[in-house]
Nanobody
Framework: QVRVVESGGGLVQPGGSLRLSCATS????????MGWYRQAPGKQRELVTS???????IYADSVKGRFTISRDNAKNTVYLQMNSLKPEDTAVYFC?????????????WGQGTQVTVSS
C-alpha cells in the first residue's frame, strides 16, 4: 500500500516563503517523476513543477525564479520551496509520485495542502 502525504501549507503574507514537503511510503517500489500541481477555487488543476529521479526539472512560467523543487531519493520525498509568494499562488497544492515496479504502477496523489497568500 502506497501513501503520499504532503505537509507545510499555511497562511503567509505576500512576499513571504513556505516550504512544502511530500513523503511517499509503503511497499518497496521505484519512483520516477514526482511533482506538484495546484488548484485554485473555480480553476482547473495546473502543473506547478516536477522533477525526475535524475534531477531534471520543469516549472510553470508563473513560478519560474520563485519556486524550487528538490528531491531526496533515499527518503522518497520531494520538497517545494516557495519564495516571493503572491496572492495568486493561493491554492490547494497536490503532490504526486509516478511509481513503477509495484503491483499497481501509476500516478499516486496526496490529499492536498492549502496555501493561502494574504495580508
Amino acid at each position: 500500500q502506497v501513501r503520499v502525504v504532503e505537509s507545510g501549507g499555511g497562511l503567509v503574507q505576500p512576499g513571504g516563503s513556505l516550504r512544502l514537503s511530500c513523503a511517499t511510503s509503503g511497499s518497496i517500489f521505484r519512483i520516477t517523476t514526482m511533482g506538484w500541481y495546484r488548484q485554485a477555487p473555480g480553476k482547473q488543476r495546473e502543473l506547478v513543477t516536477s522533477i525526475t529521479s535524475s534531477g531534471s526539472t520543469i516549472y510553470a512560467d508563473s513560478v519560474k525564479g520563485r519556486f524550487t523543487i528538490s528531491r531526496d531519493n533515499a527518503k522518497n520525498t520531494v520538497y517545494l520551496q516557495m519564495n516571493s509568494l503572491k496572492p495568486e499562488d493561493t491554492a490547494v497544492y497536490f503532490c504526486y509520485a509516478d511509481i513503477v515496479a509495484i503491483a499497481t504502477p501509476g500516478r499516486y496523489w496526496g490529499q492536498g495542502t492549502q496555501v493561502t497568500v494574504s495580508s
